[in-house]
């Protein structure tokens, strides 16, 4: 994982890039190399908290390498990433809360992070060492997503997340594929302990002055 900054916007922004290579395999919400397919690195922008641009794919490209990846938006500082490990799974969360929500809100419901959008956003990068199914893949961003609620909900934050969350969950693209990445799969289950461990200790670390 690499940091560097750059400015934009008046402000010194950072991005986190991860470098993998050829031989890997994704599944991503991202906006750029979302869904799944093979990738070589994943990309994690910060960008200013009241983000308006609506190029979003484009300006990835513009900080990311050469080749096919994920790249993901951000307004947390993401010099404060969190990494986590357990049983050869690694975990990394940039966190940021400035509009907690929850993921079932009653119709018409105003979310002040969508308009302009404001990328408070909890994104989350996983790798595991194995070859995963499709379907466990699948699996894998449901167990990933349910860690972090779990995390948030125990830091004490009244929410499931934020409404532009974002997960990438990186594996090789050969040898043998595990079936199952459910919690209590043997990869699931080291995955959800790293991902609950980075992400809480991101929300516990959290201040509003992050969005200054």
Same mark, same amino acid.
């Given at each position: ?66 080749? @096919? &990846? ?5 307004? #947390? =500082?993401?010099?404060? %990433? $969190?990494?986590?490990?357990?049983? !050869?799974? +690694? ?63 125990? @830091? &004490? ?5 934020? #409404? =532009?969350?974002?997960? %990438? $969950?990186?594996?090789?693209?050969? !040898?043998? +594929? ?35």
């Amino acid at each position: 994982m690499k940091l560097t900054y750059r400015v934009e916007d008046g402000a010194r922004l950072g991005a986190l890039l991860w470098e993998f290579g050829p031989g890997w395999r994704m599944i991503s919400s991202a906006l750029l190399g979302g869904g799944i397919g093979p990738r070589e690195w994943v990309l994690n922008a910060q960008v200013v908290a009241g983000y308006s641009r609506m190029d979003p794919v484009d300006h990835l490209l513009s900080l990311g390498p050469e080749g @096919a &990846g994920v790249g993901m938006l951000t307004a #947390a =500082s993401v010099d404060r %990433c $969190v990494q986590a490990s357990d049983g !050869g799974v +690694e975990a990394y969360a940039t966190v940021g809360l400035r509009v907690p929500t929850w993921a079932a809100a009653p119709e018409g419901s105003a979310d002040p992070e969508l308009a302009p959008m404001r990328v408070g956003t909890i994104n989350i990068v996983t790798v595991l060492p194995v070859a995963m199914t499709d379907a466990a893949l699948v699996n894998a961003v449901m167990t990933v997503t349910e860690a972090k609620s779990q995390a948030l909900i125990e @830091a &004490g934050f009244p929410c499931t997340g934020t #409404a =532009s969350d974002a997960v %990438c $969950v990186a594996v090789p693209a050969h !040898g043998p +594929e595990e079936l199952f990445g459910g919690p209590r799969s043997e990869w699931g289950a080291r995955a959800a302990r790293a991902v609950h461990a980075a992400v809480r200790q991101g929300a516990e670390a959290w201040r509003p002055h992050d969005f200054k």
